[in-house]
């Protein structure tokens, strides 16, 4: 059993920053990519950003230059970094972990951001 736990989500005000952290537990080996999704309401779970174990990171465009995906492969953790944020911004953010061939997901913590 593989278990992934977000943390950090909050409210901030538009321009401020958040930073969030996920940890990976349970029977890895080792994990290949880790990632981050968000979805807000009415709307499709999308792709954040993403990291390889190499610390190989790619953005969504609209992310890019604001937000800075990171990790710690002896902690089994990575870390969103999400300055400059907008309104839009806002969404339940989800963290995945890929172990062999399957991605276990996380239960998503909230990112509220008043304008």
């Known amino acids: 059993q593989v278990q992934v736990v977000e943390s950090g989500g909050g409210l901030v005000q538009a321009g401020g920053s958040l930073r969030l952290s996920c940890a990976a537990s349970g029977s890895i080996f080792s994990i290949n990519t880790m990632g981050w999704y968000r979805q807000a309401p009415g709307e499709q779970r999308e792709l954040v950003a993403m990291?390889?174990?190499?610390?190989?990171?790619n953005y969504a465009d609209s992310v890019k230059g604001r937000f800075t995906i990171s990790r710690d492969n002896a902690k089994n953790t990575v870390y969103l970094q999400m300055n400059s944020l907008k309104p839009e911004d806002t969404a339940v953010y989800y963290c995945?972990?890929?172990?062999?061939?399957?991605?276990?997901w996380g239960q998503g913590t909230q990112v509220t951001v008043s304008s």
């Open positions: 990291i390889t174990s190499g610390g190989i990171a």
């Open positions: 995945n972990a890929k172990v062999l061939f399957t991605i276990h």
